[in-house]
């Protein structure tokens, strides 16, 4: 069972993902635009945009319009039960936002595309729940974003917020367009893996935007291929040489592959300066660092373990660590990568100390939870037999780096500007097409 010692912040459902993580994407579906019908434009409301307050009143009007009023904001309606706001397609979030379609929802609230007026061009607008929690989080995400923004001159790092206001209780961030996160490319291509060039372009970019952001002295804390996103939609259609995981169903025997490796890191919500607390829990189950669930504080090196579990998943296919509760957890890391640091295990928060059998060793499988449980552990390979299950060159020096990235001791973890001088990106490797 999930330790309910410390409080997840900000995210307090992070862990409550099924197994194979069903989630609304940022690609998800549009919702179906309803049948056109008379409505009266009756509106009265007070808006804060760009700091100043604006109060429309309209009169009922002596006619009625079919569809959604154009260019004027749409009538005031109450969120729904969770904070989220309720719209329309085809309406306006002020006027210089036109609504096209849902994009994806989460637990700080949803992302639409948009069309913006002003510029002519489509944006992502994040419009967070109206609750003063998600509303903190957001304006400490405004906060990163222009301070990102302000030093990453090239732009290349980090998704670029276009504006942000404040609009019926719900703060909305206006970012740049950019294509599918990982994830999603990987969900929607039956989990089938990355050619390992590929992962060596994206693991390039990653370091490179974890150096930026240390740099600054931001941590991010919550890297996912969730939290990765191409910059652009556009695919290539290739013959696949490997059996997926999970086969489609009609028995293709192509793949798709992303036509351009630019990614960009976007969710900053979570994100903390290195002179902050840093006691409570951080990161997506899947992707966190051990000295995360064994309260022994956390720092930079956070952000490199989730980096490890990252580039596993997309040599492979699947999370490395599908779990959900902290003793399979820590079962699952000594199965894959050797047995927990006895210094590491006597400095473990009390609260911990449940996990182990005297302070010696995991309470494991004397522990576990059920058979099921046992088996998921049980089943894991060793990191090195994982890595050239599905490598075909290269191996090696992936392995090296994946062993520096996921070392338990956060000081002796690998830092990402050290990673990034790594033989697996500057030794001259055969090119394999993709």
Same mark, same amino acid.
């Given at each position: 069972?999930?330790?309910?010692?410390?409080?997840?912040?900000? *995210?307090?459902?992070?862990?409550?993902?099924?197994?194979?993580?069903?989630?609304?994407?940022?690609?998800?579906?549009?919702?179906?635009?309803?049948?056109?019908?008379?409505?009266?434009?009756?509106?009265?409301?007070?808006?804060? &945009?760009?700091?100043?307050?604006?109060?429309?009143? $309209?009169?009922?009007?002596?006619?009625?319009?079919? %569809?959604?009023?154009?260019? $004027?904001?749409?009538?005031?309606?109450?969120?729904?039960?969770?904070?989220?706001?309720?719209?329309?397609? =085809?309406?306006?979030?002020?006027?210089?936002?036109? &609504?096209?379609?849902?994009?994806?929802? !989460?637990?700080?609230?949803?992302?639409?595309?948009?069309?913006?007026?002003?510029?002519?061009?489509?944006?992502?607008?994040?419009?967070?729940?109206?609750?003063?929690?998600?509303?903190?989080?957001?304006? +400490?995400?405004?906060?990163?974003?222009?301070?990102?923004?302000?030093?990453?001159?090239?732009? @290349?790092?980090?998704?670029?917020?276009?504006?942000?206001?404040?609009?019926?209780?719900?703060?909305?961030?206006?970012?740049?367009?950019?294509?599918?996160?990982?994830?999603?490319? $990987?969900?929607?291509?039956?989990?089938? @893996?990355?050619?390992?060039?590929?992962?060596?372009?994206?693991?390039?970019?990653?370091?490179?935007?974890?150096?930026?952001?240390?740099?600054?002295?931001? +941590?991010?804390?919550?890297?996912?291929?969730?939290?990765?996103?191409?910059?652009?939609?556009?695919?290539?259609?290739?013959?696949?040489?490997?059996?997926?995981?999970?086969?489609?169903?009609?028995?293709?025997?192509?793949?798709?592959?992303?036509?351009? @490796?630019?990614?960009?890191?976007?969710?900053?919500?979570?994100?903390?300066?290195?002179?902050?607390? *840093?006691?409570?829990?951080?990161?997506? #189950?899947?992707?966190?660092?051990?000295?995360?669930?064994? %309260?022994? %504080?956390?720092?930079? /090196?956070?952000?490199?373990?989730?980096?490890?579990?990252?580039?596993?998943?997309?040599?492979?296919?699947?999370?490395?660590?599908?779990? *959900?509760?902290?003793?399979?957890?820590?079962?699952?890391?000594?199965?894959?990568?050797?047995?927990?640091?006895?210094?590491?295990?006597?400095?473990?928060?009390?609260?911990?100390?449940?996990?182990? #059998?005297? !302070?010696? #060793?995991?309470?494991? /499988?004397?522990?576990?939870? @059920?058979?099921?449980?046992?088996?998921?552990?049980?089943?894991?390979?060793?990191?090195?037999?994982?890595?050239?299950?599905?490598?075909?060159?290269?191996? !090696?020096?992936?392995?090296?780096?994946?062993? =520096?990235?996921?070392?338990?001791?956060?000081?002796?973890?690998?830092?990402?500007?050290?990673?990034?001088? *790594?033989?697996?990106?500057?030794?001259?490797?055969?090119?394999? %097409?993709?």
């Amino acid at each position: 069972m999930e330790a309910q010692w410390l409080a997840e912040y900000p *995210h307090q459902a992070a862990d409550n993902r099924p197994r194979k993580r069903p989630r609304l994407a940022w690609d998800a579906a549009p919702q179906l635009f309803p049948p056109p019908k008379a409505i009266p434009m009756l509106y009265c409301g007070q808006e804060l &945009i760009n700091g100043n307050f604006t109060t429309a009143f $309209l009169p009922p009007p002596p006619i009625y319009y079919a %569809g959604p009023p154009r260019n $004027l904001s749409p009538p005031w309606r109450p969120d729904d039960k969770d904070g989220h706001y309720v719209f329309t397609l =085809g309406e306006t979030l002020t006027p210089r936002y036109r &609504i096209l379609s849902k994009m994806g929802e !989460g637990t700080f609230g949803q992302v639409l595309e948009c069309w913006d007026l002003e510029n002519q061009e489509s944006v992502a607008i994040k419009i967070v729940r109206s609750l003063q929690k998600y509303r903190e989080a957001a304006m +400490i995400e405004i906060d990163v974003l222009q301070r990102l923004g302000k030093h990453d001159f090239t732009g @290349s790092r980090c998704v670029q917020i276009r504006n942000w206001f404040d609009y019926r209780n719900h703060i909305c961030i206006v970012f740049e367009k950019l294509g599918p996160s990982l994830y999603d490319f $990987l969900r929607k291509n039956s989990y089938r @893996s990355f050619p390992i060039d590929l992962v060596r372009e994206f693991a390039r970019q990653i370091l490179e935007s974890v150096t930026f952001m240390h740099d600054l002295r931001l +941590i991010h804390t919550d890297l996912k291929p969730e939290n990765i996103l191409l910059v652009s939609p556009d695919t290539i259609r290739v013959h696949d040489y490997k059996i997926p995981i999970r086969p489609p169903k009609d028995g293709s025997v192509f793949k798709n592959l992303p036509k351009s @490796s630019a990614i960009k890191l976007i969710d900053f919500g979570s994100t903390t300066f290195d002179h902050q607390d *840093h006691n409570y829990v951080v990161s997506t #189950r899947h992707y966190r660092a051990p000295e995360v669930i064994l %309260g022994l %504080g956390w720092n930079y /090196p956070c952000d490199l373990w989730s980096v490890g579990c990252i580039l596993v998943e997309l040599c492979s296919g699947e999370a490395l660590f599908q779990t *959900h509760e902290n003793l399979e957890h820590l079962a699952m890391m000594e199965k894959v990568l050797g047995p927990l640091p006895k210094h590491m295990i006597a400095r473990a928060d009390r609260r911990a100390e449940k996990y182990f #059998r005297r !302070g010696l #060793r995991l309470d494991w /499988p004397e522990g576990a939870a @059920s058979r099921e449980s046992m088996k998921a552990v049980w089943k894991l390979p060793r990191l090195q037999n994982l890595v050239m299950q599905h490598v075909d060159h290269s191996a !090696g020096d992936l392995i090296d780096l994946l062993q =520096g990235l996921l070392r338990y001791d956060p000081d002796e973890r690998l830092k990402a500007r050290q990673a990034l001088q *790594h033989p697996f990106f500057t030794r001259c490797h055969r090119r394999c %097409g993709y």
